[in-house]
């Protein structure tokens, strides 16, 4: 071969490359629009789908995509109850009217993306899209599931005119793309678009009956009906993957299923179903072996995402209620853009304002994938503690709005009642969870004391009352570990911290799924699962001696039992007993409060008569979804001073008074710039004017802030 001819196929083969690659596409995710429901009518009223077609033609035209994949609850669906059939479809049974239902809501749903533009949507099916959760034996809900699938598949991927499934004998590779043979026949699919395998899941199992257990995380607990993929629709599921992966023209790997697998997510007015064993299930463990990019999850009305420890796989659970929210997703052969949307009208109206509030970034353009994200797609480090309060300062709801702190006719409220006083300002969550976990607060004060800042929050026992409105974050088994700070004189039964449902349950609810409560009795912390199971401190010295001291708990693993509680007192572990012992499952749908009962609905005069709400100081509330280890509480801020050699630091009120400057290297310049500040905080600083430095202990340099220290220095010092 010539020079020429070697340069003219060089040439060839460079062109042909470029002509291979896939230019820049993008998708849309949508997921928990609960905003169809009258579509289920045999007579949708015009106006009503005029106004969501006109919604999602502003979609179309503001952010096109070649699709729109839909993560479940669409619509409400409890079309099996007997109020809804009298006054849409009289006459028929449930099952009849299930079937009609689905196939009219469904059908309209396809119908109006079709007209907007969208001629492909992806669509995974939801609890709601069978009737909501929970499924319980025998009834008319359950005895219907059968006609919910039924009339989601025909409406949905029937071609209309040769009545065959659009679906049928398609194959990737050698695998068809439905798994047929399994109850999940077209309700889960894989479908090839450009250089994308995206596979969408049912994830709702049917089970022979009642299914909840109290371990590996939680399993079951939502009747006949449990969150998993096993048998031979996981075995389809990884012939699928395994066909993506030996496909040379896909480079990218995208699964949707209505729940997410790995927790915390951030949660808002949802059921919050969990799905079997989390991150230890085999559908969670295919999804790592075969390298799949994003699972894209819904059901929790939030946004939240999360990395496998183990690999690159990202877990995206979004919100679209009412589409005040959605995700753009934007695709080349090297590189995933997720573009989070959220409409920042205040009021709910048809014309949506999206603005981009979070970016992902998925980078494959080196052999090591780079992923960067920011705003409300920021993937949540759970080495850091997801909630913290630090009671330097309280803020108006609607200088920090908490998105599904809403109502009928508005998408952001600037108050919220709570056991019936009206709350207008929140104490900012500065943990991994942010701003929709700042927590409403009436009645509490800001003082000039503090343990880790300069102020704590000082709780009267009669007014004062603090409650996250989101909710969680706990949930099933999950591991949680809490740490606070308290100064208080008291000798009543008081709650510290308390987490359960918002309504009240009876002592064999709690029994089920447990609440959460730490209270402090004559001195002694103690913690409450249920109405039997306590765990008692056996610590000799009593804590209300108006001094600061460290209550903290850690669960070491996944449903560990009440027992094996971990309990410190200022860093130090300390001896419990219990009255009952029980595997740890939380309600799901519950809230955390500070101090009191705040949101949650528990009957505490006739449940807990001996408990009041707090009187006293609290300051860093933290609460991990992790296990903490003893020498990590050892290290939390402690306001207190250590004596060096040349040095004396002298208390005066909020005065330190410098006796003597430490002989410390580069503390001048330290004095240049901003140094972490953490400990015992001073208005004014007395000392040399050539050398300022205040020594002081600082038992958590994790938990530092930055602070302009303009001409002061102070100097940390750690164990």
């Known amino acids: 071969m010539t020079a020429f001819a070697k340069l003219l196929l060089l040439i060839i083969i460079h062109f042909a490359s470029v002509q291979a690659s896939t230019p820049q596409w993008s998708f849309i995710v949508l997921a928990d629009w609960h905003g169809v429901e009258s579509f289920a009518r045999d007579d949708t009223p015009k106006d009503y789908y005029q106004a969501r077609k006109d919604q999602l033609q502003r979609i179309k035209s503001t952010f096109k995509g070649d699709f729109v994949a839909l993560v479940g609850d669409m619509v409400e669906g409890e079309w099996y109850r007997q ?14 009217a299930v079937y009609d239902a689905s196939m009219n809501c469904f059908t309209t749903i396809k119908k109006i993306f079709n007209e907007v533009g969208y001629d492909k949507i992806l669509y995974a099916l939801g609890d709601h899209e069978i009737g909501d959760n929970g499924w319980q034996p025998n009834t008319a809900h359950t005895n219907s599931l059968g006609q919910y699938r039924k009339g989601f598949v025909e409406s949905l991927y029937l071609d209309p005119t040769s009545r065959e499934y659009i679906y049928k004998n398609l194959k990737l590779g050698n695998t068809h793309i439905t798994p047929y043979g399994t109850p999940f026949e077209y309700t889960s699919f894989a479908h090839v678009h450009k250089n994308v395998l995206f596979v969408t899941m049912d994830v709702f199992k049917q089970v022979s009956s009642s299914l909840f257990q109290k371990t590996s995380g939680g399993i079951g607990g939502n009747g006949v009906v449990t969150a998993d993929v096993d048998g031979d629709h996981l075995k389809w599921l990884e012939d699928i993957l395994r066909e993506g992966r030996n496909d040379p023209s896909i480079k990218h790997i995208f699964v949707q299923g209505h729940v997410p697998v790995i927790t915390p997510v951030q949660r808002s007015a949802s059921s919050s179903m969990t799905f079997d064993r989390q991150e230890e299930s085999n559908f969670w463990k295919l999804l790592v072996s075969y390298g799949v990019d994003i699972y894209f999850a ?24 009412g589409l005040e929210g959605l995700l753009d997703v934007i695709v080349t052969d090297d590189q995933i853009e997720l573009r989070a949307y959220r409409d920042e009208n205040v009021d709910r109206v048809n014309k949506k304002n999206y603005t981009q509030a979070g970016v992902l970034t998925v980078d494959k353009t080196s052999e090591i994938t780079q992923i960067s994200s920011d705003g409300i797609l920021h993937i949540v480090d759970l080495t850091k503690p997801i909630l913290h309060f630090d009671f330097e300062e309280k803020v108006s709801i609607s200088d920090s709005r908490i998105q599904g702190l809403s109502s009928i006719s508005k998408q952001y409220l600037d108050k919220v009642e709570m056991q019936g006083n009206i709350l207008r300002n929140v104490v900012l969550n500065k943990g991994e969870f942010g701003q929709n976990y700042n927590a409403p607060v009436g009645g509490v004060q800001i003082r000039d004391e503090g343990i880790g800042g300069m102020h704590s929050g000082y709780f009267d026992g009669t ?16 591991i949680i570990s809490v740490s606070m700070w308290i100064k208080t004189t008291a000798t009543e039964e ?13 002592a064999s609810g709690l029994e089920n799924r447990n609440l959460f409560s730490i209270t402090l009795k004559d001195g002694l912390p103690r913690i409450y699962v249920s109405k039997a199971a306590t765990l008692l401190s056996q610590h000799s010295e009593a804590i209300n001696d108006n001094g600061w001291h460290q209550i903290a708990s850690v669960m070491p693993h996944k449903s560990c039992k009440l027992s094996e509680v971990l309990l410190f007192i200022d860093g130090k572990k300390v001896s419990t007993s219990v009255t009952k012992d029980t595997p740890l499952h939380f309600e799901n749908f519950g809230h955390l409060s500070v101090g009191g009962v705040g949101f949650a609905g528990t009957d505490v005069s006739n449940l807990f008569p001996s408990w009041r709400p707090y009187v006293g100081n609290i300051d860093e509330v933290y609460l991990w979804q992790r296990r903490v280890y003893a020498r990590q509480f050892r290290t939390a801020p402690m306001r207190r001073f250590k004596r060096r050699k040349n040095s004396k630091c002298t208390p005066i009120g909020r005065v330190v008074t410098i006796d003597q400057v430490p002989k410390v290297r580069k503390c001048r310049g330290k004095c240049k710039r901003t140094v972490n500040c953490v400990g015992f905080k001073t208005s004014s600083v007395e000392g040399s004017e050539d ?14 802030k930055d602070r302009d220290t303009t001409d002061k220095c102070f100097l940390l010092s750690s164990l």
């Open 298 to 321: 819904g059901e929790v009305h939030a946004n939240t995402v999360l990395k496998d420890k183990n690999s690159e796989l990202l877990q995206v659970s979004t919100r679209a209620n």
């Open 691 to 704: 050398l300022q430095c205040t020594l002081f202990l600082s038992h958590a340099p994790h938990v530092n």
């Open 494 to 506: 008081m709650l510290l911290l308390h987490y359960d449902r918002p309504w009240k349950a009876n």
């Open 83 to 96: 109020q809804w059939i009298d006054k849409f479809m009289p006459g028929k049974s449930p099952q009849q």
């Open 463 to 478: 007014m004062s009352q603090m409650g996250i409105h989101s909710l969680g974050p706990f949930v099933a088994g999950t």
